[in-house]
């Protein structure tokens, strides 16, 4: 489990390619505090450490996961989100997230708004049941608050911390972004209306 609190912003550093993919990311976590086998969330996307190197750690993503999350598109030296799991007695900062994304959509437009910056991101038809305005929503594994929904699209407002010590601040429109729904409220919504989770 995450919170969606970035505490890091790696650095793509290589990928290798074959039966699954392999992307080492630079990181300033300490890696001797990082066991082989951790989980470590990557843009939103739960991945498991398997080697360390430096100041990098190498994960291995299957080909299932670069088809449902943007990781097929990534390319060196881009910036990753990172966090590392909640533990018992941490502060839950964001809220809770799983890191099994859940659908992959993009900026439809973005608008500066004094200091912070406004984004429109489009809402796949069969997550829409699952926002809320004013709940949250995880966006490259960024706990977010929803200004408003509506049909097609959902509105955030980003402050310039957020855009600062994310990749957000790098965000234009047509750039394809992981989304997570907020769990409590896919839960919520098999109690209460189990025809969203058919659909999702």
Not at 65 to 91: K, M, S, V, Y
Not at 154 to 172: D, R, W, Y
């Amino acid at each position: 489990m995450f919170t969606g609190i970035i505490t890091d912003l790696g650095t793509l550093k290589s990928i290798v390619s074959g039966s699954s993919t392999r992307f080492e990311i630079a990181t300033a976590y300490d890696l001797a505090t990082v066991a082989i086998g951790a989980s470590i969330a990557c843009a939103g996307v739960c991945l498991t450490v398997i080697e360390r190197s430096g100041d990098s750690f190498i994960v291995e993503v299957s080909n299932e996961t670069i088809a449902r999350t943007t990781l097929g598109g990534w390319r060196t030296g881009q910036r990753i989100n990172l966090e590392r799991p909640l533990r018992a007695g941490d502060e839950l900062g964001g809220h809770i997230v799983t890191g099994h994304v859940d659908a992959v959509s993009e900026v439809i437009e973005r608008t500066p708004d004094g200091a912070s910056v406004r984004f429109r991101f489009a809402v796949p038809a069969e997550l829409a049941g699952f926002i809320a305005s004013k709940g949250s929503i995880t966006i490259d594994g960024v706990s977010l608050t929803v200004n408003e929904v509506e049909e097609g699209y959902l509105g955030v407002n980003l402050i310039p911390h957020t855009l600062e010590v994310t990749s957000l601040g790098a965000l234009e429109a047509g750039t394809r972004v992981n989304f997570e729904v907020d769990l409590v409220a896919r839960y919520l919504a098999r109690l209460i209306r189990p025809e969203l989770m058919r659909a999702a």
